[in-house]
């Protein structure tokens, strides 16, 4: 069975710009989560989507915004970049199915750089 | 919000010792997390647990929810257990992905 897959796996962009990272989860998963890394703040949970639903919202401003495909691919984009968005951005998919016993399974994150 | 304190920050161990990571959270919890992070990022989830205690391999983890405490034992170490082991709870009122991680412990087993 294929792993979670995040594309791109890195990607710069300047002050400003938008920018849109894609995650297609384990066949059969319908829970995507998005979480961002930095040496600063650590891992912090971005969002979660279920059946194309947004089920949960960490912090973070409206700039950070996601949406989940029929298919349970997911994507997240960022909307004026700021230096401050340049991190390790990782999904994970579960099998989830409003239980709560299912693992995350991550992808490898996409590397975003502002500049 | 749920608190996460993770100890220690670092540890160095020599091949063959055992290895214990300390967690311990805020607010009662559903399930707990413990991931494994090797430098480049890849993340990959060791346990999740909601009592007691589960073994994958040379791999032990333990919870204790009255206490509010994990921990993740590694028997036998082996310089491929050389990564960054990370614990994380729920969110208070949230789902089991809504989480608040800890900051981590840097893990170097020397051969």
């Known amino acids: 069975k294929a792993g979670v897959t995040q594309t791109p796996r890195y990607l710069i962009k300047t002050r400003g710009q938008q920018v849109t990272l894609s995650c297609s989860p384990i066949?059969?998963?319908?829970?995507v989560s998005w979480y961002q890394q930095t040496p600063g703040q650590g891992l912090q949970f971005l969002f979660e989507y279920f059946s194309e639903t947004q089920r949960n919202k960490g912090n973070f401003p409206g700039r950070f915004s996601g949406r989940q495909f029929s298919n349970s691919r997911s994507e997240m984009n960022v909307s004026t970049l700021e230096l401050g968005d340049s991190a390790l951005y990782l999904c994970?998919?579960?099998?989830?199915?409003?239980?709560?016993?299912?693992?995350?399974?991550f992808g490898n994150g996409t590397r975003l750089t502002v500049t | 919000k749920n608190e996460v304190e993770q100890s220690p920050q670092n540890l160095t161990a020599q091949e063959g010792e055992f290895i214990t990571i300390n967690c311990s959270y805020s607010?009662?919890?559903?399930?707990l997390h413990w991931l494994q992070q090797h430098p480049g990022g890849g993340i990959v989830s060791l346990f999740m647990l909601s009592s007691g205690k589960k073994k994958h391999g040379r791999l032990i983890a333990t919870i204790n929810i009255q206490e509010k405490h994990s921990s993740l034992h590694i028997t036998a170490s082996h310089p491929r257990d050389s990564a960054v082991y990370i614990c994380a709870v729920p969110n208070s009122g949230g789902s089991n992905y809504k989480l608040t991680f800890g900051k981590g412990t840097l893990l170097t087993v020397n051969p």
């Open positions: 994970a998919s579960s099998a989830a199915t409003g239980g709560y016993n299912s693992p995350l399974h």
């Open positions: 066949s059969g998963h319908r829970s």
């Open positions: 607010v009662g919890i559903s399930a």
